[in-house]
């Protein structure tokens, strides 16, 4: 990139730039004209300049040209008209002239605006560009949040720049010379005192605003740190809790804070002070005149007359001249910004854009040995990773890689992967250099794991299907409206030297995935998810999350169907009284009596949580039909209980969390509220009271909790209140309460809820694990399996994947490339958090998975677990950076110490 | 059964028998009620063991893996403790017991009940009370059996 960004701007806007001068040099012509017709208006019709006589007339707008050789052409004669219809033509021309003055700054506004919008798109594309061709050394180095801060923040001001680069000096420039011209014009030696003090402003002011410059940088350089020191506190957090650090953080962020608050104001300080400096210089030419000129005025040696025209002819410079120094300062501070950002973006060994050019053609297949030559590797500190290794892996060979951690098969890894590049020695394919090659062949035909898994804000399924969109193959359709966006998203896009592929686009490659349609693609996914053992995760997540029952009817009725079938299979599996369902008319025992009591989700604000108790038609319901006061009686007696419970254990006991329905601060409050209610019964306990004793009866379950509180009666009553509450509900409370209904599947609960439609016992040892599987057992055979799985792949993974737990992540990263049909897997520990019982299985079924229908990829395993070896044609062994051992399991087994201590 | 009934119980379970009725409360309240079907393991033998039943209904077998197949040892019901060894020490479980009819259990978890004996140490000298009877007895026994086999030789 440029190293000036005034060439910059140049080099990208230059036929603009110049377009636009003419269009201003264009708007001038009315912008003068309305300079003199305010006089001409005044003199003329108003105070009857040529009006004279009665009667008298003139002409308007005669037009004619003086011309060298041809004398005067007379192009328009004028119309003569009298004083009155002079006026009003007058100023009809004026009103004329306003308006195409404003249509001209209009018009002018908006084409600077959108010409520093468009470079300002273009250098932030041009930026980012870069970081995708950074090479991976430089990622060591940067800090995510200071670089998004420079192409976000730094470079912004630019946009606004970029409009009056080159127009704005030339207009002002302009002006202050034609100024300066005309006090010349009056009087050669005042006119030379002026000139003089135009030159000492602009060569004190620049010089004064270096120290400006300097301090702009710090502030600049100080906020990207801030930047990136927000945004390591928002990654480290975790870190920041377990040791107690937040201090230290907060210390160095107020320590920060006060850095830049004491550039700013130093900038502050000396902006001002300059401005008061630019200010006198500029009042000072006008106190030689009054002064010096009056004295020689009235000496008699300079004549008044001229004096008054210099002094009038002065006051049109100052202005553009003040402008115009402005406008350098602004100049200067782009020009320091720009020159931080480009700094950071110069980087060596970038990659070249065809590397990354887009790919026409599917990629042709990798038939060539991929090989290491004499290839040394050093990490960050120069500590030599790997010496002088040069091994070849054949198309279609396996082959494991053993050794301590750190080695050295981690790192010819990484090199394969294009993470490391090479110290010296190369990584070729046949005989091209891997880095050389496009990475629409590196980048497919290879498939590279590593342990550092990385997932993009999105969903499974984005996250899984990410290694595939590689192109927009399909492109997306559009209806006419949309259409001509898109067109005009193109074409701003060219203008902007941005590329126009179409996010919306179908991305998918699924010739890569090997699927011949997209209806198949499924069938792939769930090939792959099997094979990492990640398909029953999914669907634990599918059945945890909800689902809109508008956007797939036809499910939320097999999910009915599968609801009321439910009951059958249980009894049949002998675990009948399992899940206690919702009944209406009917308590369920295994459920609040709160849940009773609403007997539905709550869906708006008035009906959930706290707000019940204030909802004036709840608290009718309740009165009316006197639950209140069986309630009330009912969490007295709770509350009782509770006391006698806990009353003398330590707060921060762990029983506790048994006491579902208070907390231990909340015990004494409770005790004394007993004390305070012996012998006083529901009608004479305050409001509050009322609210803090009934409360806990909502949360009570009978056999989870056993005071022996619920009798037949009670529940009778409960069931009795809901009744009546749900044949009342007023026409505004309709929309905040989803009520319980065996027929209907509800968009507010999850899945597994809504299968079924009730509470799972507390009397059954592990009743949560064994109803999971028996609905799993059950959606398999009645083929809603893949559906539910479907619902699972839309889970948000959160940023950097943090919803899904740190085994899932390893396996996701291991499917996203299993899916991928490469001619080489390079899987460098991939699953190193796993237990090895379960890397064995997943080991094992990946190996399968790929040699289905008759392909045989190579694979390079660096595998945390030597004893997984024999699985593969080949192993590899390496300590201390080189290969000591290369050949067959049982060769090695018999033949080399250091795999011998491996897998012993 | 109610949480008062299932004091009642505990009470006529010789380790808890002198503990006072407050704290057997304490001790129902923080522990599960299972229901298992006629046929269902409690645990097996071998397991490791994290919790303590106390029957309040039904019977269940007591049974031993021996070479020759499963041995029925003895059948604990109404008011009778099982597996209680392994809340107190870190023992495999030594038997397999199984539901002979549909059986209704208090489970008593270990880190529960062990926290219960740190907060009130009067439950915990009556346990110890009871372990060393038990192992008087046991001991007495055995000197019985010592002297019996010494005689017989």
Known sequence: MESRLTRYIWKHTKRQQLYILLVVALSMVPYFLSFDLPKQIVNGPIQGKGFEDPGATQLFMPISLDLPYFG???????????????????????????????????????????????????????????????????????????????????????????????????????????????????????????????????????????????????????????????????????????????????????????????????????????????????????????????????????????????????????????????????????????????????????????????????????????????????DDSGAKLLERVSVQINPGETVAVVGRTAAGGDALADAFGRIIWPESGRVAVGSDDLLELPESVSGRRISYVSSEAYFFYGSLRDNLTYGLKHMALRPATYDDVRMKERRWEIAEARLAGNPDYDINGDWIDYSSANVKEPDQFFDAILEVLDAVQLSSDILDLALRSSMDPARRPDLAERMIELRQALGGVLAAEGAGGLVVPFEPGRYNTEATVGENLLFGTATGPELSGTAIADNAYFRSVMTSTGLSNTLFEMGREIAANAVELFSDLPPDHPFFQQLTFMTADDLPNYQVMLQKLKGRGFAEATREERLSIIRLSFLYIEPRHRFGLLTQERMA???????????????????????????????????????????????????ANRIRSIVAGMLKSRGLYDDVLEIGLEFDVGPGGRRLTSTQRQKLNLARALIRHSDYYILNRPLPGLDHRLQDEIVRSVLKLMEKDGRKPAVLWVLSNANLAPLFDRVMVFERGMLVGDGAHHELRENNDTFRQLVS | MLLKDEVELLRRVPLFAGVAPAKLKLLAFTSDRVNYAAGEEIFHQGDSGDAAYVILNGTADILVDTPSGEIKVAEAEY???????????????????????????????????????????????????????????????????????????
């Open chain 2, 79 to 153: 008011s009778s403790i099982v597996g209680e060894i392994a809340i107190l020490c870190e023992v495999s479980r030594t038997a397999t017991v199984r539901a002979a009819s549909p059986l209704d259990v208090l489970r008593i978890k270990k880190d529960q009940f062990l926290k219960l004996l740190i907060d009130f140490p009067e439950i915990t000298i009556e346990v110890m009370r009871v372990l060393a009877d038990r192992l008087s007895h046991t001991t007495q026994e055995l000197t019985l059996a010592r002297s019996q086999l010494k005689a017989s030789e």
């Open chain 1, 72 to 378: 005067t052409v007379q192009l328009f004669e004028g119309i003569p008209l009298d004083r009155m219809h002079m006026l009003f033509a007058l100023s009809m021309v004026f009103l004329v002239l306003v308006v195409v003055n404003g249509l001209f700054k209009l018009y002018i506004n908006t084409y600077k605006g959108r010409l520093g919008e468009r470079l300002l798109r273009r250098i932030r594309f041009e930026l980012v560009d870069r970081i995708l061709r950074f090479p991976p050394q430089q990622f060591k180095r940067i800090k995510g949040a200071e670089v998004a801060s420079m192409v976000k923040d730094e470079i912004e001001p630019l946009g606004g720049f970029t409009g009056d680069a080159f127009v704005q000096p030339a207009l002002l420039g302009g002006q202050a010379l034609t100024a300066l011209f005309f006090i010349l014009m009056q009087n050669f030696w005042l006119g030379l005192i002026a000139a003089l003090m135009v030159a000492i402003q602009a060569l004190v002011i620049p010089r004064m605003r270096r120290k400006l410059l300097v301090l702009g940088r710090e502030r600049q350089l100080t906020a990207r740190e801030l930047a990136g020191r927000v945004s390591e506190i928002v990654d480290g957090i975790g870190t920041i809790h377990a040791y107690d650090t937040s201090n230290y953080e907060r210390a160095d962020i107020a320590h920060r804070l006060g850095r830049i608050f004491k550039i700013r104001y130093d900038l502050y300080q000396w902006k001002f002070m300059v401005k008061f400096i630019n200010n006198f210089l500029a009042q000072l030419t006008p106190f030689l005149f009054y002064c010096i000129g009056g004295y020689l005025a009235l000496k008699g040696k300079l004549d008044i007359g001229q004096l008054v025209a210099v002094i009038s002819a002065y006051k049109d410079l100052p202005g553009p001249l003040k402008d115009l120094i402005d406008w350098d300062q602004i100049r200067q501070d782009v020009q320091v910004k720009y020159v931080q950002v480009v700094e950071q973006f110069t980087v060596d060994g970038v990659m070249d854009p065809k590397i990354q050019a887009p790919a026409t053609e599917p990629p042709p297949r990798l038939t060539h040995p991929l090989s290491a030559i004499n290839l040394s590797l050093v």
């Open chain 1, 717 to 767: 009553e409960i069931v009795e209140a809901r009744r009546q509450f749900h044949e009342g509900l007023p026409e505004e409370l309709r929309g905040a309460l989803e009520t319980y209904d065996p027929a209907r599947y509800s968009g507010s609960a999850t899945l597994l809820d809504n299968i079924l439609f009730g509470r799972i016992s507390h009397r059954h040892p592990d009743g």
